[in-house]
């Protein structure tokens, strides 16, 4: 079994900055890939940001590109995300997913493991 649990979130204002952490427990070893989605209200659950592990490759939606990193520690399977330039659309319920085996890796269906969330609000 494993478990994600997100940290992090809270209130920031336009143009300021937030990290998220996302803690990974149980049977680790075998994580394919690691990544954020986030869901607005009234909105589908989208892609944020998603990290291969083998590889450490990354990828990005338009909407955060070059405002958002993702990184990780491959020991732990810890992932982040640094959030920088923060805007209201970036309001949301900020989600940590995992895929266990290979293949796909930015959908909201390839993931297969999903922590609770963290909310993240962005005043104007």
């Known amino acids: 079994q494993v478990q994600l649990v997100e940290s992090g979130g809270g209130l920031a204002q336009a143009g300021g900055s937030l990290r998220l952490s996302c803690a990974a427990s149980?049977?680790?070893?075998?994580?394919?890939?690691m990544g954020w989605f986030r869901q607005a209200p009234g909105k589908e659950r989208e892609f944020v940001a998603a990290?291969?592990?083998?590889?450490?490759?990354?990828k990005y939606a338009d909407s955060v590109k070059d405002r958002f990193a993702i990184s990780g520690d491959n020991a732990k399977k810890n992932v982040y995300l640094q959030m920088d330039s923060l805007q209201p659309e970036d309001t949301a319920v900020y989600y940590c997913a995992a895929r266990r085996r290979p293949g796909l890796w930015h959908n909201l269906s390839d993931f297969d493991i999903w922590g609770q969330g963290t909310q993240v609000t962005v005043s104007s």
């Open positions: 990290l291969r592990w083998s590889i450490f490759s990354t």
């Open positions: 149980g049977l680790t070893f075998s994580m394919y890939a």
